[in-house]
């Protein structure tokens, strides 16, 4: 289930999505490395974390999903956002070197159909940062926030995923600890909430992020040779052939 356009927005623009822009901004910078010369791109809804890097990358763009609905970014200057189907991206093969995926892979239908595009279109050793809510987590189970809808993942499952579509995980994060409530008061206690979550690796985090490599040479299933049976003659006994008896003329 797919989050509308117009929620994201109005998630983004309230105090718990200045938090969440804040504490999962800080997550994905901690992964970005230098991105002078390298081309970018959100997909899923990623303009609240694209704004930050815009400036240092060559190109940034904004891919978001049909079903979801698309605003136009950046505010000034000429357009960096389109409506896309997110497994077949208007893009060539090997094109992007950084993807950062968010608001995206809990809500497609195929998971690893949007992972294995992604890796399309990546360059050799391009790197991609996906955030996800955690099934342990609070905000996977409320719907207060854009990470209440689809599938959540456990760390296990991501893992899995990550490497069945190609990719080698290398980093990971865990963040959003403070329960997904508008209260201002508990807002004001993120900070806290964030150093005792990390500090003690609590499991309840509210959001995965995991950075990984895409992998030039992938495992390919090897069958095991079949031998061929070998057949050893048998002997079945047959009917000796009747003897033909000349039939004598009668006197």
Not at 16 to 27: F, K, M
Not at 180 to 201: F, M, Y
Request: a positive charge; glycine letters at 8%; hydrophobic letters at 45%.
């Amino acid at each position: 289930m797919s989050v509308d356009i117009t929620d994201l927005r109005s998630f983004y623009a309230s105090a718990l999505g200045n938090v969440t822009r804040r504490y999962v901004g800080r997550a994905i910078g901690r992964f970005w490395g230098p991105l002078t010369g390298l081309r970018v791109l959100g997909l899923g809804y990623a303009p609240p974390y694209l704004g930050a890097i815009r400036d240092e990358c060559e190109r940034a763009l904004a891919f978001m999903p049909a079903n979801q609905g698309v605003v136009n970014w950046p505010r000034s200057g000429a357009s960096a956002s389109t409506l896309v189907d997110p497994l077949m991206m208007p893009l060539p093969d090997a094109s992007i070197d950084r993807v950062l995926v968010i608001h995206a892979l809990e809500t497609v239908e195929s998971p690893s159909e949007l992972l294995h595009e992604i890796w399309r279109i990546l360059t050799p050793g391009g790197r991609i940062i996906v955030v996800v809510p955690n099934r342990r987590g609070l905000w996977a189970r409320m719907d207060t926030t854009p990470f209440g809808y689809g599938q959540p993942f456990s760390r296990s499952q991501l893992k899995a995923l990550m490497r069945q579509t190609w990719f080698s995980p290398e980093g990971w994060a865990e963040t959003l600890y403070v329960p997904p409530l508008g209260s201002r008061v508990l807002l004001q206690t993120a900070q806290a909430w964030e150093r005792v979550g990390a500090s003690c690796a609590l499991p309840f985090a509210g959001l995965h992020i995991v950075e990984a490599t895409k992998q030039l040479y992938h495992p390919v299933a090897v069958r095991a040779p079949r031998r061929a049976r070998r057949f050893s003659p048998v002997f079945v006994p047959a009917p000796a052939p009747a003897s033909r008896v000349s039939a004598q003329p009668e006197p």
